[in-house]
């Protein structure tokens, strides 16, 4: 580390980093410091003039750095100083403590790096917001239409050529936003489909090899774009600028920006409160029909009952892998009754199945509980269990007789939920290895309401003759009217 001449009192290295690249900062400016000077400076009686860095400097001195060069500029706001640099820009107080904020290009939110600010940190904000108010306005859909005959109109030889234009990835700043240019000579519709085509014939290499071929297939390099700057955005003009150095402006007119952005905003505005609106009183609707069915809305519920089930206490002794695996296991023994008969084969439906469990008392249906679906009850407990399953709706309130199970996270098992009151709606599931027994009753059911209907089949026959007696009669009382 020490074979170079290092000055800490004079912040001079003979390291080639420093002769090249920090020798041209002052000893204010924290970019002077190569990674030797860090090294031997003593962080606890640093040089007045970068006092204010210390807390960056014992960071670089424990990663045996130099000082970090990537940004443009050192301001002074008050009794803080900025790294200004494009992206996070670093903030140092009177202290010598670091903080770090972003500001969103063409919003004003911000982000503070570990959600630490600096007291007084609204000047700073402030500040940042002044400095992007010089950003130039970014383009305006109705612009790029104009952009692109432009680019036809001077570029003659483009005439044919499918012309996007996309905001680049460099940061915005006072001198312009910079825009990518694409051409190609397919429309984006017919690319994808010629991408698809080529990936059926040919390996990915090849095949994004001929779509290049086929859609850009330059006329020669004068007549490209630049690469790095093809469309330079400021209020007043937008400028093309080719890969010759050949440049063509076109004149902005900034008013009328101005006024398609407060248009745009103002819509976009009038979007969000017309979807806000509707998203409320669709939650207010089923609030309502929550309250009325004596349900209430899971996102109302505040309690924390629920733990035992939270996907973040599985044991810590167990891998997310190994805990899923269990999970699956034990509720792996279970199923829906309608994945059990289509299993099965069975020859009964659904809807038979639970007509028949109905008439075993072994399932039930409460229009105040659990939406409506089935709920199993009494001895049909012995077959099945009503699983809680992420819903919407909880039962403010449940009946004694409504047996809730849940998986437990720390027990790693099923438990009887012994809280009767905001439960979450459940699932009937049956067991598998009980299943053929369930079956057996189910048919011995079906034969016994088959003896039954055949048995009531006489009495039915009487009082269809009733019903024909009556219309004989009616129809006699009628004839005598009209005759
Ligand atoms: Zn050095």
């Not at 009686?45 to 210390?54: E, Q, T, V, Y």
């Not at 006024?259 to 409160?273: T, W």
Request: net charge neutral; glycine share 2%; aromatic share 12%.
């Amino acid at each position: 580390m020490n074979k170079y001449n290092t000055d800490i009192v004079k912040l001079t290295c003979s390291c080639p980093d420093w002769k090249e690249t920090r020798s041209q900062y002052p000893s204010s400016d924290p970019r002077r410091l190569c990674k030797h000077i860090i090294h031997n400076l003593d962080t606890g009686n640093l040089p007045g003039s970068i006092a204010k860095f210390k807390e960056s400097i014992e960071f670089y001195q424990k990663q045996e750095w130099g000082f970090k060069r990537n940004f443009d500029e050192i301001i002074e706001l008050d009794n803080f100083t900025l790294l200004g640099s494009v992206d996070w820009i670093d903030v140092f107080d009177n202290e010598g403590a670091r903080y770090a904020v972003k500001k969103e290009s063409f919003s004003k939110t911000f982000y503070w790096a570990n959600e630490r600010k600096p007291k007084n940190y609204e000047l700073i904000e402030q500040f940042l917001i002044e400095e992007a108010e010089k950003i130039p306005l970014p383009l305006e859909d109705d612009e790029y239409p104009q952009i692109i005959s432009f680019i036809k109109k001077v570029l003659p030889q483009k005439k044919d050529f499918y012309i996007t234009i996309s905001l680049s990835s460099f940061i915005p700043t006072a001198n312009g936003i910079i825009y990518d240019i694409f051409e190609s000579r397919l429309t984006p519709e017919q690319e994808m489909s010629l991408k698809q085509e080529l990936l059926q014939s040919y390996d990915k290499k090849e095949a994004y090899y001929k779509l290049g071929k086929a859609c850009f297939a330059p006329i020669d390099e004068e007549h490209e774009f630049d690469i790095y700057e093809a469309l330079t955005v400021t209020n007043n003009e937008i400028i093309v600028r080719m890969y010759s150095g050949e440049k063509y402006t076109f004149k902005r007119d900034y008013n009328y920006v101005k006024r398609l952005k407060r248009a745009r905003e103002l819509q976009k505005k009038l979007e969000i409160e017309e979807r806000k609106k509707v998203w409320r009183d669709a939650l207010e609707q089923e609030r309502k029909i929550a309250m009325e069915k004596g349900y209430l809305l899971s996102e109302d519920y505040k309690g924390e009952k629920y733990n035992i089930q939270s996907k973040y206490n599985y044991p810590d002794t167990l891998s997310w892998e190994e805990y899923e695996s269990l999970k699956n296991s034990v509720l792996g023994n279970y199923d829906t009754l309608q994945n059990l008969i289509k299993k099965n084969s069975l020859n009964i439906s659904t809807t038979k199945f639970n007509k028949v469990l109905k008439n075993l008392n072994f399932i039930t249906k409460e229009p105040s509980l659990n939406q409506s679906n089935w709920i199993i009850i009494g001895d049909g407990l012995n077959y099945g269990i009503n699983l809680i399953k992420m819903s919407k709706y909880m039962h403010k309130d449940i009946p004694d007789w409504y047996k809730v199970q849940i998986f437990d996270n720390k027990k790693m098992k099923l438990v009887n939920l012994k809280w009767k009151t905001n439960v979450k709606m459940t699932s009937a599931l049956f067991e598998k290895n009980k299943f053929d027994e369930l079956c057996q009753l189910v048919k011995q059911q079906i034969e016994k309401e088959h003896n039954k209907a055949i048995n009531k089949n006489e009495p039915q026959e009487v009082l269809d003759n009733e019903e024909k007696n009556i219309l004989r009669k009616f129809f006699k009382f009628l004839h005598s009217m009209y005759s």
